[in-house]
């Protein structure tokens, strides 16, 4: 491949980066106010994505007051803070729980419990901070 080729195709796979790593910090921002998002998950991958595209997203999104712990707590050691894996799973519980008062289909909470569960197995398989 040329020199030219090789450059645009870097620039693609650094543009893929930047929208998962938008993508993600977006749907972590819902998340911390809505309970059926897990924001922990996605605040690592935006971080992840973010490294990989934009060096500035990254430290900002590093410095954060609201995201930057949980960034940090993952680079130093891995982990998720207790308080963090313990939002995480409560709320992750409630959305399930406010399925099915409202009887949401079952196909849908099949869907969701599945989502969910890896989210929650993710979170508890992770060191604590």
């Known amino acids: 491949m040329a020199p030219q080729q090789m450059r645009a195709a870097h620039r693609v796979v650094r543009f893929g980066w930047l929208v998962l790593g938008l993508l993600s910090l977006g749907l972590a921002a819902l998340g911390v106010v809505l309970p059926l998002l897990p924001t922990t998950p996605l605040v690592i991958l935006a971080a992840f994505a973010f490294a990989r595209s934009s060096p500035r997203l ?55 419990g599945v989502c969910l569960s890896g989210a929650a197995l993710f979170i508890l398989s992770r060191n604590s901070a």
Not at 62 to 69: E, H, L
Not at 85 to 103: D, P
């Open 58 to 112: 990254h430290q900002w999104l590093g410095s954060n007051r609201v995201f930057g712990p949980i960034i940090a707590d993952w680079q130093a050691t891995g982990a998720i803070a207790p308080r963090y894996k313990a939002i995480a799973l409560c709320m992750m519980g409630a959305v399930l729980a406010i399925s099915i008062v409202f009887k949401v289909p079952m196909f849908v909470l099949v869907i969701q």
